[in-house]
């Protein structure tokens, strides 16, 4: 199974608007919701990687034919 290249670039780029957010929040004094930014962009590259790995699991039990 190979990972398409299109998931690690939306991953690449949530990671540069979450960083670029970041830096602007910060330095306008948000702390807070710049925190808030980067925990959400976390969550949504998390649930991307947990799609992935219910896929490898569905190809693991289809290989072994486990049901």
């Not at 690690?8 to 004094?29: D, E, P």
């Not at 947990?50 to 569905?58: A, E, R, T």
């Amino acid at each position: 199974m190979s990972v398409d290249i299109d998931l690690i670039f939306k991953i690449a780029a949530i990671g540069i608007l979450v960083a670029i957010l970041n830096r602007v929040l910060v330095q306008s004094g948000r702390e807070e919701i710049a925190m808030m930014t980067t925990l959400a962009g976390l969550v949504i590259v998390l649930l991307m990687v947990v799609d992935l790995i219910n896929q490898l699991f569905q190809t693991i039990k289809s290989i072994f034919q486990l049901y």
